[in-house]
């Protein structure tokens, strides 16, 4: 055994450089270990892209919501309906049935 460690040390000592060595240490930490491990950037990436579907999802709404509003500007009958079904309001004779 004794004769094995020391045969692996001599060898690493003849084909790898010290400054190679701490090259590859550096490198195997930025990579492995490091703010932007592969670990790190793959969890940022799916992050990115699960904020991005919400970015998504909230400007659809807006999208519907600014088309309402000019809607109810331009039309009284739309802003009628609206404020009825909104707050469940209802014409003189007329029965409402709320179904959740």
């Known amino acids: 055994m004794a004769e094995s460690a020391g045969s ?3 060898w ?12 590859l240490g550096a ?3 930025i990579v492995f270990v490091g703010d932007n491990s592969v670990a790190r ?13 919400s970015v998504a999802q909230v400007e ?7 088309e309402l509003n000019r809607g109810l500007q331009s039309d009284p009958e739309a802003m009628e309906r609206v404020v009825r ?11 409402v049935f709320i179904i959740n």
């Open 85 to 95: 079904e909104h707050y469940n309001m209802k014409r003189q004779n007329e029965d």
């Open 60 to 66: 659809d709404s807006v999208r519907y919501y600014r």
């Open 41 to 53: 950037r793959v969890e940022y990436q799916a992050q990115i892209d699960s904020l991005r579907a």
């Open 27 to 29: 490198l195997v930490y």
């Open 8 to 10: 692996i040390s001599g």
């Open 12 to 23: 690493l000592r003849r084909y790898i450089s010290l400054p190679a060595l701490l090259v």
